[in-house]
C-alpha cells in the first residue's frame, strides 16, 4: 500500500478524507446450469490498481478501480463490524482447541 493522504481541500470531499492506491483483486465469475438452481464459478482473477477513499463525516468507504470507470461505496460502521467479527473470528481459530494450524501467540491484524 503507498502513503495514506489526508484531503486538505474542502473541493476534494470531507476534510477528514483520507485516501490510498492499493491493490485489488477484479474477479469474474462464469454462470452455469445445474440441477436445482444456477451455478457460479470463478471465471477470471486479475489484479487492478485501485484507489481506497473514507470519510466519517461522509460515514462511506468507496474503492475505485479507475480502469474500469468504477467504483463501490460502503458504510464505514457496517465495513469497520465485518473486520471485527474477521478479526475475532481468526483469534477463535488461532486459540488453542481451535481449529487453525496457528499458536494463539501469533499476532492477528
Do not use: H, W
Amino acid at each position: 500500500m503507498n502513503e495514506i493522504e489526508r484531503n486538505s481541500d474542502p473541493l476534494d470531499g470531507p476534510l477528514d478524507g483520507v485516501s490510498a492506491d492499493i491493490m485489488c483483486v477484479i474477479t469474474e465469475f462464469s454462470r452455469g446450469k445445474k440441477k436445482g438452481g444456477d451455478s457460479r464459478k470463478i471465471k477470471s482473477q486479475v489484479p487492478a490498481p485501485c484507489r481506497a477513499l473514507c470519510s466519517f463525516t461522509d460515514g462511506t468507504i468507496g474503492f475505485s478501480i479507475r480502469s474500469m470507470d468504477y467504483m463501490l461505496s460502503f458504510r464505514v460502521d457496517e465495513v469497520m463490524v465485518l473486520i471485527k467479527a474477521a478479526a475475532d473470528s481468526n483469534r477463535e481459530y488461532i486459540a488453542p482447541g481451535g481449529s487453525g494450524e496457528g499458536d494463539a501467540d501469533e499476532p492477528v491484524l
